[in-house]
């Protein structure tokens, strides 16, 4: 293995020992390994045990399986002592932020039954108005009350995320849930930082930075797996299956893909042979008409006003050949203005597993 990159980081054991081990970023027959291998006779059954963090051939995910595996360390109190580590310090920045150490004491000291009668609020409000959930308030800001038990609106306002406009629109709803709940804190929160400590802020900051980067690897694996799919010509159920979605989703996902440039033809005309080639000349005429920013006048004009009463599946799956054809046209506009961006998926593909 033709070694590029390495770091030794450390962890002083109670008992005074100090526990040590080496990252290892490699290259082996066009593939990259990511290493963690602990020095010396240590018990290796543990969390932390050697392991192979990343094995395969795209850079990015190597990226993103290192920068996790390097968070996991820090959580569990591993600090860098030679070479360099990516971004190893960010706990110092945040630590100079008050309202850090406020998320911090939230996620830690969330009060879960008030949290769920919180979400069923911010579920019912968000249905009444027509808006998704997030809009009115983040999960994050809901553990937050839920941590602190707000009883006042001043109170609130002191929670980051709260400013004036959405403590006036949903302020007495919050407290006429938090009033009857006991509390264990006290306001202002200048109390805060002390009671968290530098030792449980560090292991909170990577395990937010272990989780983040999770997610960015299972996003990276996923698009490689759905692009693979698409060049292999899957039924849209076999994909659904692999990467563990429905079809609304993969559809969302397929669309996304064409937009950054990748050839998602095939499975377009893999779905739409489902309809005759009248249907699409019509469904494209309405785009073509219509504009393709709004469907709904797109699917009247094409299936008809009484086309809305049926069966919800059946409608959703016109819908899926109105959002193809729309994939399709433009595509081929971006063709015929001669894009610069890649035209074969596996172009991309290899252009990105080779982007050292």
């Not at 094409?302 to 069966?311: I, N, R, S, V």
Request: proline content about 3%; aromatic content about 8%.
């Amino acid at each position: 293995m033709i070694i590029v990159w390495m770091s030794r980081l450390e962890r002083a054991e109670v008992s005074g020992q100090v526990r040590s081990g080496l990252v290892t970023v490699g290259e082996e027959e066009g593939k990259w390994l990511v290493l963690w291998e602990q020095d010396g006779d240590w018990d290796h059954q543990t969390e932390d045990a050697n392991s192979t963090w990343y094995e395969g051939d795209i850079w990015a995910e190597m990226c993103a399986a290192l920068r996790r595996g390097v968070a996991s360390l820090m959580r569990k109190g591993y600090e860098p002592t030679l070479g360099f580590t990516p971004d190893t310090q960010q706990h110092e920045r945040r630590m100079k932020e008050r309202n850090e150490w406020i998320h911090c004491f939230g996620d830690l000291h969330v009060d879960e039954e008030l949290y769920q009668k919180l979400v069923q609020w911010r579920k019912e409000v968000a249905s009444s108005i027509r808006r998704a959930p997030y809009w009115i308030t983040t999960n994050r800001m809901l553990r937050l009350v839920s941590a602190f038990v707000p009883q006042t609106l001043e109170e609130l306002k002191q929670l980051p995320g709260f400013g004036e406009a959405k403590v006036h629109t949903y302020g007495e709803a919050i407290m006429a849930i938090t009033a009857p709940v006991p509390r264990r804190t006290t306001f202002p929160l200048d109390w805060v930082s002390a009671a968290v400590g530098p030792a449980a802020f560090l292991q909170w900051v990577y395990q937010q930075e272990e989780q983040k980067m999770s997610g960015e690897f299972n996003r990276l694996v996923d698009k490689r797996t759905l692009i693979e799919a698409v060049q292999q010509q899957l039924g849209p159920e076999v994909i659904m299956e692999r990467l563990n979605v429905d079809r609304r989703e993969l559809l969302v996902r397929i669309e996304a893909l064409s937009e950054e440039g990748y050839d998602m033809m095939s499975y377009a005309e893999h779905v739409l042979s489902e309809i005759d080639t009248e249907m699409r000349t019509r469904i494209g005429d309405s785009l073509q008409q219509l504009g393709m920013d709004y469907l709904k006048p797109i699917y009247i004009q094409t299936f008809g006003q009484e086309a809305l009463k049926d069966a919800s599946a059946i409608i959703q799956r016109r819908y899926e050949y109105i959002r193809l054809v729309r994939m399709q046209i433009r595509n081929s506009s971006r063709t015929e203005q001669g894009s610069a961006r890649p035209s074969s998926t596996r172009s991309r593909v290899d252009v990105e597993a080779k982007a050292v």
